[in-house]
């Protein structure tokens, strides 16, 4: 990598700042959270995530999982923050590959390849990862509601079983848990890890 790539990459980056995120738009939320404060509190939440997971005796690389938070929504600075709702799987499977094609083009080819494995979801790190995601969008969630800022498709958020990730990883499981238990809400049944 070049200075000059270097650079290129934080100009490439540098809209996350001003873009919001748009689940948060369409509850209602305005002004809200930008798609970079986001990924500032997910790379905060796997670097807690990681001291986590070792303090329960697992091996867990912290540096590679911080990578891939800090990159996990780097296409939106292209693309923007497309919403869960206007997502199916067939919309899904082709903005996934519009993103990989963002991803390689934006970003240098070591944190391209984290952003790859942590799309991945298969190693302990990406899981991490793939939860911290959500449960940041839920902390976010319960901030929001404790300011007064509702709307009646929040209450959604919570039930969707689709955001919880990474159960399989009891650290996480113990915070999902915890996260439900101080909003005073019912934890839904999992689809799956």
């Keep these: ?14 809209p996350l700042a001003d873009l919001p995120r748009t689940g948060w738009l369409l509850r209602g939320i305005n002004p809200c959270e930008s798609i970079a404060a986001h990924t500032q509190q997910v790379a905060l939440l796997v670097a807690m995530l990681v001291d986590l997971c070792r303090e329960a005796g697992m091996t867990v690389d912290g540096e590679r ?7 996990h929504d780097a296409p939106e600075a292209r693309l923007g ?21 963002i991803a ?37 969630l319960s901030i929001y509601e404790s300011q007064g800022r509702r709307h009646p498709m929040m209450e959604t958020m ?8 990474a159960l399989d990883v009891a650290p996480v499981r113990a915070v999902f848990e915890a996260l439900f238990a101080r909003a005073g809400r019912p934890m839904p049944v999992p689809t799956g890890t």
Aim: no cysteine; charged share 25%; hydrophobic share 50%.
């Design 158 to 165: 919570w039930k969707n079983p689709a955001n919880l990730r």
């Design 65 to 71: 999982a911080l990578r891939m938070a800090l990159v």
């Design 104 to 140: 390689h083009a934006v970003l240098p080819s070591s944190l391209a390849e984290d952003w790859e494995i942590s799309e991945a979801r298969e190693t302990l790190e990406a899981k991490l990862v793939w939860a911290a995601d959500k449960i940041q969008m839920l902390h976010k």
């Design 1 to 14: 990598m070049t200075p000059q790539h270097l650079l290129h990459t934080l100009d490439a980056l540098d």
């Design 81 to 101: 923050d497309v919403p869960m709702p206007v997502k199916t799987p067939a919309v899904d499977a082709a903005l996934h590959e519009v993103e990989r094609s």
